[in-house]
């Protein structure tokens, strides 16, 4: 999709930090530095894929722009207009989550027709019975889901058709932006994409704006317009989509990258391979200047003393690096 950047994005963050209090002993009080100073934002119709390893802050900022747990300081902007203290309940219906684990988001107690028939009574989007019946049936339709399974429960479905309710949910309130938490990491390959495929078509018929999380950049690559990669709670980098595979600046990066299997033999022997070394600091003591210093080959004193800034590239790519 193209920028438009002259418009008012959908979705924005500015500074945006969430840092979870934790107390060790029965005194000492820690912070664990899940976001970090995160900017960015996502035009209308956009897919932002946002990746970086297990624990890097991801579904911590992806719940955070939901307000599905506070910030602790900066701002997110919803069309324009500042979100931090609303009344969150017309939001509700405009900005929706798909969970990571379909096993886990759904209620086993409750039927596929009642899972999704709750989204809407709760928002209100019911009406009579029988206009009830019809956009759950319309809505299991949208997700590839046949009629016959109205009345059967979560335990009888495989994961994808799992991830498809937990979709039909999400989509029952008519939303304009869908947080999507690595809705296929659970699922087989052969599935992810068939899934990510629908998410795609249903972007295109509903005019949704997604920002798509993944741990793999192999996985959002296809969906994405641009990407945004998270390193110890910080934005690392940031790029339309082919910048990002073609000209990676940030080291780590490089590193998510060199993990990919490459179809094409050319750029991937342009490639050095190189194989993400090392443990992930702690968030609660992260490292002084560079939060990827203790794992970058190109780390120096400067690394080690003051902090990269995302600095502008051009062309709208974006990276935090002082040595590239
Ligand atoms: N409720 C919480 N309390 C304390 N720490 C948390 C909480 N939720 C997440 N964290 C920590 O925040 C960091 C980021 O977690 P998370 O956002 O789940 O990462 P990701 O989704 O990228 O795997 C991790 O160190 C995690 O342990
Ligand atoms: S600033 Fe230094 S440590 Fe950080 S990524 Fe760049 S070279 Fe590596
Ligand atoms: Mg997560």
Redesign the pocket.
Known sequence: MEETNSKTPLLAVEHLKKYFEIRQGFSKKLFVHAVDDVSFSIQKGETLGLVGESGCGKTTLGRTILRLTEPTDGKILYNGTCINDVDMRPYRQKMQIVFQDPYASLDPRLTVSAIIGEALDINGKAGSKQERQEKILHLMKLVGLSENFYNRYPHEFSGGQRQRIGIARALAVDPEFLVCDEPVSALDVSIQAQVINMLEELQKSRHLTYLFIAHDLSVVRHISDRVAVLYLGHL?ELAPCDALYRNPI???TDMLLSAVPIPDPDESEKRKRKILQGEIPSPINPPSG?P??TR?P???D??AASF?ELTDRGGGHFA?????
């Open positions: 690392v940030h080291p780590y560079c990827f210093r970058c190109y780390a120096d400067e690394c990269p935090a690096c002082h040595k590239r």
